[in-house]
T-cell receptor, first 113, second 112 residues
Framework: GESVGLHLPTLSVQEGDNSIINCAYS??????FIWYKQESGKGPQFIID?????DKRQGQRVTVLLNKTVKHLSLQIAATQPGDSAVYFCAEIPRYNTDKLIFGTGTRLQVFP | ETGVTQSPTHLIKTRGQQVTLRCSSQ?????VSWYQQALGQGPQFIFQ???????GRGNFPPRFSGLQFPNYSSELNVNALELDDSALYLCASRPGTGETQYFGPGTRLLVL
């Protein structure tokens, strides 16, 4: 069935370093991808999105890369800060006009001083 | 703050009971979706409501039902609760096609 998965369940980085979180998706028909950050006890928080007609999109300290050939997404966080510690999910929407986000199991990012 | 609120924040029920969870979305957000998030997992899509009608459903049994009201608030009802229904229930809203979904803080349900 459809699935969105992550390669690493836990990523530990030192404060100030760059972080890269990876995600594989299985539905080649998906045309919209989103990264969410979820802190303990809170709902998922939108970070950045990208559509399938793009390869790269940049935000404030974050960059999302999309490789449709191998169905791979990555989230890059520059100069990682303690406040970035959270679980990160990638999600896809198989069709443009639905809200059926398909989430993976998440990657926990731990930032050490 | 996303402007999406949910109540209650926590709830404890026993197997076989029924529960109603509530969501209040941002003004003008006419689409609301509900998700179930088991511990250590990503959220799973339950269903979506648009203009008070169900407009998409995930792989959940009929004992999961919902309502959307004219003021774009929403309810999730679960009948005949099972132990596996213990999870964080999230609602998300958005103003229209193609816009970002904004999640509420969730309701944590424990079924004993």
């Amino acid at each position: 069935g459809e699935s969105v998965g992550l390669h690493l369940p836990t990523l530990s980085v030192q404060e100030g370093d760059n972080s890269i979180i990876n995600c594989a998706y299985s539905n080649s028909a998906s045309d919209y991808f989103i990264w969410y950050k979820q802190e303990s006890g809170k709902g998922p928080q939108f970070i950045i999105d990208i559509r399938s007609n793009m390869d790269k999109r940049q935000g404030q300290r974050v960059t999302v890369l999309l490789n449709k050939t191998v169905k791979h997404l990555s989230l890059q966080i520059a100069a990682t800060q303690p406040g970035d510690s959270a679980v990160y999910f990638c999600a896809e929407i198989p069709r443009y006009n639905t809200d059926k986000l398909i989430f993976g199991t998440g990657t926990r990012l731990q930032v050490f001083p | 703050e996303t402007g999406v609120t949910q109540s209650p924040t926590h709830l404890i029920k026993t197997r076989g009971q029924q529960v109603t969870l509530r969501c209040s979305s941002q003004s003008g957000h006419n689409t609301v979706s509900w998700y179930q998030q088991a511990l250590g997992q990503g959220p799973q899509f339950i269903f979506q409501y648009y203009r008070e009608e169900e407009n998409g459903r995930g792989n959940f049994p009929p004992r999961f039902s919902g309502l959307q009201f004219p003021n774009y608030s929403s309810e999730l009802n679960v009948n005949a609760l099972e132990l596996d229904d213990s999870a964080l229930y999230l609602c998300a809203s958005r103003p229209g096609t193609g816009e970002t979904q904004y999640f509420g803080p969730g309701t944590r349900l424990l079924v004993l």
